[in-house]
């Protein structure tokens, strides 16, 4: 199981619905309730850079985080299994 979203890069555990969920409605292993439920991409036309750019805005916002911290946070997130291609 991953530890962390596999699409935002967001730790599991401070997932408020402790993943997503998949077409069947079982929990996802691999992405977190933001980002994936159903079994599709909440966005699923979203570039991974607009994807750095929402969760930095997010974290900023919600969590009153400095954006250049936010940017550290999220430089991982190209590497996740989503972006990979």
Known sequence: MAKTCQSCGMPLNKDPAH??????????????????????FTAPDITVQEMQALCIKMMHQNM??????????????????????
């Open 64 to 85: 009153k985080m400095p954006r250049p911290v936010g940017w550290l946070l999220t430089r991982s997130i190209p590497r996740l299994e989503r972006w990979r291609s």
């Open 19 to 40: 993943g997503g969920s998949e077409a069947d409605g079982t929990k996802s292993a691999k992405f977190c309730s933001f980002c994936y439920q159903n079994g599709t």
